[in-house]
């Protein structure tokens, strides 16, 4: 593969050599030369790496990160996974399972935390600095192993460091009694090189914070007497892990980049970032508050996430350029959700900088990858993250004042810890150097490339720059900067367009998912792109409101008609929608399955069929076999059958079934029902909770029903499972083993596929199913013990 930068200067050449005749014309005649030529569209290639940590070898770039997980690039677009999974397959060690044997054994874990590799000047070997934790305590290992190769196989030389020791097991690394508070989870590190050739390792997460060790440059090992290090941030169990540490010759400052919050889905990760002179510190945020008085307070509950809010220089939380109606593209848009545990690349030719870590999306639940964001350097030293992800760069770094003018998609972060995604809003650059739109204030451009911003009496100083908008699909003129208070703003330009070409391009695009039969309420939009007001009418307020609740009839299926007003500025268009909105089905049995020598089914639904080892897939065997109530179906580990589309709509409903395993595999599903990739739920006889048996549902975060035990393999269990208006309850042998709320809306459209034993990802089940029954409405716990006698429950009486 050719290098990121002979790339770059072909892709110029080629549109040198591509400019229209008339622009060159106009050039030579003395007019403002030409905006250069954007690149050609990126070909991005994902891996998943959690925890990423980078090491270049040449032009060659690896990342490693958690549960041994590596990927490579040349070019930070394209990436190839490398290796993941402790396993002794694992190519980055001989066995990683024996070879570390010591470390899981201390961390009473089986997998691996955040390793970092470098590769030391005094004998050019890579030094695997590997950790291990038990994961609800700060019980950890932190060691090193060794490789001539950057991809191993890596051999241990010990463990540096232990946290976490208990009553009887003696002092921790400083000589005293392991204190949680205030002594390190020793976990996360970073080893490098300070401007002076000395080398240093920056590690900790949550529990006492974060702590720099110095380490013999010949070896690899920590200097003596130094026990966990200088703290450097954190403490009193805040949620600050992930330490990264990152020196600019250009403001000759020591960067730490470290993650607050958790790394959920839900739990508000995001990047922030303090400097100091000294890799050591002290460290300070951009209000020059001490990073080393940073921590929880300890009279509050653990994870007092409010005491730390306030501080470090945040540089990406959760957000979401969402699509809004009439913009170009396809899908919600782009962003990320608890983005964080960060590297640094600093390009030694260029001073290109680049941002890599581990992201989640939003509405793909725990789902993560390797994203890459180009920063910058604003006027104060501070850095700032392009909005879009790198795509290669483009060398457009030189702006007239009047292309900045126009309208903006507009990223306002803040400094909170929590689950929400910040939502782009509208702003404008007028010409007369005002911003108008989501905030008032002022603005200006200076040095062709930089913008400085004046909001509520705030200053924000950052970069303009060009960046690949994967929505839309075309190269878009981006801001990005950062104010006094340490909070980023982003901007992303809009193509502009006149009132009319707005409420038309709205009116174009203007659908509603799952229209012609409604069984749910429906997500009505209000906003269009530009800004443009979405109003809506109805034609029968009882059946659907204005704002899109739905009321299903009781005796006939109802005509509903919606009516979708735009305007922008003087403009307006008009949109109408004609709904069918079904009877509301009485409770009670939608198919029984009996499996008695077929997939026939009663209670009106249609037979079953059978599948391949996808959903979807073709093929499959299956065979009959003595079962609870006369006989059941056997599925080879190979197989599955799939259902009627549209089993199950609404929010009330409920599964019953008997299963028989003869083998137990991660994430198979028995029950699988899903309105598409996104949404869709799965009763999982042995689940990540340590194997154990859940009722797994994927939405915009994932529902997880623990039950606590793992039904056993070549004995008959009975599941059930009943969802009442997000109220969940699932059943094993009668007995009620998880209860919950929030139990995600998945069946809102007619159509939702429905199988046992496949899904769309995982192993097929192999083992017997019999009885399957189906109702709409919940069961009581009495009709659950009804449906596993084999009979019928009867939903119709008290």
Same mark, same amino acid.
Request: hydrophobic share 35%; proline share 6%.
């Given at each position: 593969?050719? %290098?990121?930068?002979?790339?770059?200067?072909?892709?110029?050449?080629?549109?040198?050599?591509?400019?229209?005749?008339?622009?060159?014309?106009?050039?030579?005649?003395?007019?403002?030369?030409?905006?250069?030529?954007?690149?050609?569209?990126?070909?991005?290639? !994902?891996?998943?790496?959690?925890?990423?940590?980078?090491?270049?070898? =040449?032009?060659?770039?690896?990342?490693?990160?958690?549960?041994? *997980?590596?990927?490579?690039?040349?070019?930070?677009?394209?990436?190839?996974?490398?290796?993941?999974?402790?396993?002794?397959?694992?190519?980055?060690?001989?066995?990683?399972?024996?070879?570390?044997?010591?470390?899981?054994?201390?961390?009473?874990?089986?997998?691996?935390?955040?390793?970092?590799?470098?590769?030391?000047?005094?004998?050019?070997?890579?030094?695997?600095?590997?950790?291990?934790?038990?994961?609800?305590?700060?019980?950890?290992?932190?060691?090193? *192993?060794?490789?001539?190769?950057?991809?191993?196989?890596?051999?241990?030389?010990?463990?540096?460091?232990?946290?976490?020791?208990?009553?009887?097991?003696?002092?921790?690394?400083?000589?005293?009694?392991?204190?949680?508070?205030?002594?390190?989870?020793?976990?996360?590190?970073?080893?490098?090189?300070?401007?002076?050739?000395?080398?240093?390792?920056?590690?900790?997460?949550?529990?006492?914070?974060?702590?720099?060790?110095?380490?013999?440059?010949?070896?690899?090992?920590?200097?003596?007497?130094?026990?966990?290090?200088?703290?450097?941030?954190?403490?009193?169990?805040?949620?600050?892990?992930?330490?990264?540490?990152?020196?600019?010759?250009?403001?000759?400052?020591?960067?730490?980049?470290?993650?607050?919050?958790?790394?959920?889905?839900?739990?508000?990760?995001?990047?922030?970032?303090?400097?100091?002179?000294?890799?050591?510190?002290?460290?300070?945020?951009?209000?020059?508050?001490?990073?080393?008085?940073?921590? %929880?307070?300890?009279?509050?509950?653990?994870?007092?996430?409010?005491?730390?809010?306030?501080?470090?220089?945040?540089?990406?939380?959760?957000?979401?350029?969402?699509?809004?109606?009439?913009?170009?593209?396809?899908?919600?848009?782009?962003?990320?959700?608890?983005? =964080?545990?960060?590297?640094?690349?600093?390009?030694?030719?260029?001073?290109?900088?680049?941002?890599?870590?581990?992201?989640?999306?939003?509405?793909?639940?725990?789902?993560?990858?390797?994203?890459?964001?180009?920063?910058?350097?604003?006027?104060?030293?501070?850095?700032?993250?392009?909005?879009?992800?790198?795509?290669?760069?483009?060398?457009?770094?030189?702006?007239?004042?009047?292309?900045?003018?126009?309208?903006?998609?507009?990223?306002?972060?803040?400094?909170?810890?929590?689950?929400?995604?910040?939502? *782009?809003?509208?702003?404008?650059?007028?010409?007369?150097?005002?911003?108008?739109?989501?905030?008032?204030?002022?603005?200006?451009?200076?040095?062709?490339?930089?913008?400085?911003?004046?909001?509520?009496?705030?200053?924000?100083?950052?970069?303009?720059?060009?960046?690949? !908008?994967?929505?839309?699909?075309?190269?878009?003129?981006?801001?990005?900067?950062?104010?006094?208070?340490?909070?980023?703003?982003?901007?992303?330009?809009?193509?502009?367009?006149?009132?009319?070409?707005?409420?038309?391009?709205?009116?174009?695009?203007?659908?509603?998912?799952?229209?012609?039969?409604?069984?749910?309420?429906?997500? +009505?939009?209000?906003?269009?792109?530009?800004?443009?007001?979405?109003?809506?009418?109805?034609?029968?307020?009882?059946?659907?409101? *204005?704002?899109?609740?739905?009321?299903?009839?009781?005796?006939?299926?109802?005509?509903?008609?919606?009516?979708?007003?735009?305007?922008?500025?003087?403009?307006?268009?008009?949109?109408?929608?004609?709904?069918?909105?079904?009877?509301?089905?009485?409770?009670? +049995?939608?198919?029984?399955?009996?499996?008695?020598?077929?997939?026939?089914?009663?209670?009106?639904?249609?037979?079953?069929?059978?599948?391949?080892?996808?959903?979807?897939?073709?093929?499959?065997?299956?065979?009959?076999?003595?079962?609870?109530?006369? !006989?059941?179906?056997?599925? !080879?580990?190979?197989?599955?059958?799939?259902?009627?589309?549209?089993?199950?709509?609404?929010?009330?409903?409920?599964?019953?079934?008997?299963?028989?395993?003869?083998?137990?595999?991660?994430?198979?599903?028995?029950?699988?029902?899903?309105?598409?990739?996104?949404?869709?739920?799965?009763?999982?006889?042995?689940?990540?909770?340590?194997?154990?048996?859940?009722?797994?549902? =994927?939405?915009?975060?994932?529902?997880?029903?623990?039950?606590?035990?793992?039904?056993?393999?070549?004995?008959?269990?009975?599941?059930?499972?009943?969802?009442?208006?997000?109220?969940?309850?699932?059943?094993?042998?009668?007995?009620?083993?998880?209860?919950?709320?929030?139990?995600?809306?998945?069946?809102?459209?007619?159509?939702?596929?429905?199988?046992?034993?496949?899904?769309?990802?995982?192993?097929?089940?192999?083992?017997?199913?019999?009885?399957?029954?189906?109702?709409? =409405?919940?069961?009581?716990?009495?009709?659950?013990?009804?449906?596993?006698?084999?009979?019928?429950?009867?939903?119709?009486?008290?």
């Amino acid at each position: 593969m050719t %290098s990121r930068w002979s790339r770059r200067i072909a892709t110029l050449a080629a549109a040198c050599l591509t400019l229209p005749l008339a622009a060159a014309t106009a050039g030579s005649a003395g007019a403002a030369p030409p905006t250069p030529a954007d690149p050609p569209p990126p070909v991005f290639v !994902d891996a998943e790496t959690h925890d990423p940590s980078l090491v270049s070898v =040449g032009d060659e770039h690896w990342v490693f990160g958690s549960h041994l *997980a590596a990927a490579t690039t040349e070019d930070f677009v394209q990436w190839e996974q490398a290796a993941n999974l402790v396993t002794p397959q694992n190519p980055l060690f001989d066995d990683v399972t024996t070879e570390l044997a010591e470390t899981f054994e201390w961390a009473e874990s089986d997998t691996l935390w955040a390793a970092d590799v470098i590769q030391l000047e005094a004998d050019g070997k890579f030094y695997m600095y590997y950790n291990a934790c038990e994961g609800s305590s700060p019980r950890s290992a932190l060691g090193v *192993a060794v490789a001539d190769s950057v991809d191993g196989p890596y051999e241990d030389l010990g463990i540096l460091l232990r946290s976490g020791h208990r009553d009887g097991e003696g002092p921790s690394e400083d000589g005293t009694p392991y204190d949680a508070l205030v002594h390190p989870n020793a976990v996360d590190p970073d080893v490098f090189y300070d401007a002076d050739g000395n080398l240093w390792m920056v590690y900790g997460s949550f529990s006492g914070g974060i702590f720099i060790l110095e380490l013999d440059p010949g070896t690899g090992l920590p200097l003596p007497d130094q026990g966990y290090g200088t703290h450097l941030t954190g403490g009193n169990h805040s949620r600050i892990e992930g330490p990264s540490m990152m020196y600019s010759p250009e403001t000759e400052h020591y960067y730490l980049f470290t993650s607050f919050g958790g790394l959920g889905a839900t739990e508000g990760y995001n990047m922030r970032v303090m400097r100091s002179p000294n890799p050591d510190g002290p460290f300070v945020d951009a209000a020059g508050h001490d990073m080393r008085e940073v921590r %929880s307070n300890p009279d509050l509950p653990i994870f007092d996430d409010a005491t730390i809010e306030p501080y470090g220089v945040k540089l990406m939380g959760s957000y979401q350029f969402q699509r809004e109606v009439g913009a170009p593209g396809t899908g919600i848009g782009d962003g990320k959700v608890s983005p =964080g545990h960060n590297t640094t690349y600093v390009d030694p030719e260029t001073g290109e900088m680049l941002l890599i870590f581990h992201s989640r999306f939003p509405e793909q639940g725990e789902r993560h990858q390797i994203r890459v964001h180009e920063m910058s350097m604003n006027a104060e030293g501070w850095p700032v993250v392009a909005p879009y992800r790198y795509a290669g760069g483009n060398d457009t770094s030189k702006f007239v004042r009047k292309q900045l003018v126009g309208d903006y998609r507009f990223i306002e972060h803040d400094k909170t810890i929590s689950p929400e995604i910040r939502r *782009a809003t509208t702003v404008t650059l007028n010409q007369n150097g005002t911003v108008t739109g989501a905030v008032d204030g002022r603005w200006r451009q200076y040095q062709k490339n930089r913008l400085h911003l004046t909001i509520d009496g705030e200053a924000y100083d950052g970069a303009v720059t060009r960046e690949w !908008d994967p929505t839309g699909e075309r190269w878009v003129t981006t801001f990005s900067v950062v104010g006094t208070e340490g909070v980023p703003l982003w901007g992303s330009a809009l193509a502009p367009l006149s009132d009319q070409e707005i409420v038309d391009a709205v009116a174009t695009d203007l659908t509603l998912p799952g229209t012609g039969s409604v069984v749910a309420d429906l997500d +009505l939009p209000t906003v269009g792109t530009h800004g443009a007001s979405i109003a809506w009418t109805s034609s029968d307020e009882s059946v659907v409101t *204005a704002d899109g609740t739905v009321t299903r009839p009781s005796e006939q299926d109802a005509v509903v008609t919606l009516t979708a007003t735009i305007t922008s500025g003087d403009a307006t268009a008009a949109s109408t929608f004609d709904l069918t909105v079904p009877v509301l089905p009485a409770p009670g +049995l939608v198919a029984r399955y009996a499996f008695d020598g077929d997939l026939a089914a009663t209670g009106g639904a249609a037979a079953g069929t059978v599948t391949g080892d996808r959903v979807d897939s073709e093929g499959g065997q299956l065979s009959f076999t003595e079962g609870v109530h006369g !006989d059941a179906v056997h599925l !080879d580990g190979s197989s599955g059958v799939r259902l009627p589309d549209g089993l199950l709509s609404g929010q009330d409903y409920s599964v019953s079934l008997w299963l028989r395993p003869e083998r137990l595999t991660d994430f198979t599903t028995a029950f699988f029902g899903a309105r598409d990739d996104v949404n869709w739920l799965s009763l999982v006889p042995s689940g990540w909770d340590e194997h154990r048996t859940m009722l797994w549902a =994927g939405s915009t975060t994932y529902y997880d029903g623990l039950t606590g035990t793992q039904i056993p393999t070549d004995t008959w269990s009975h599941l059930a499972f009943t969802v009442e208006t997000g109220a969940v309850t699932v059943y094993l042998d009668g007995v009620a083993v998880h209860t919950g709320t929030g139990f995600p809306d998945v069946f809102t459209t007619d159509d939702g596929v429905f199988a046992l034993g496949v899904n769309w990802w995982d192993t097929p089940f192999q083992g017997d199913v019999d009885d399957l029954q189906v109702y709409q =409405g919940a069961l009581t716990a009495d009709q659950v013990a009804t449906v596993a006698d084999g009979q019928v429950a009867d939903l119709t009486s008290p």
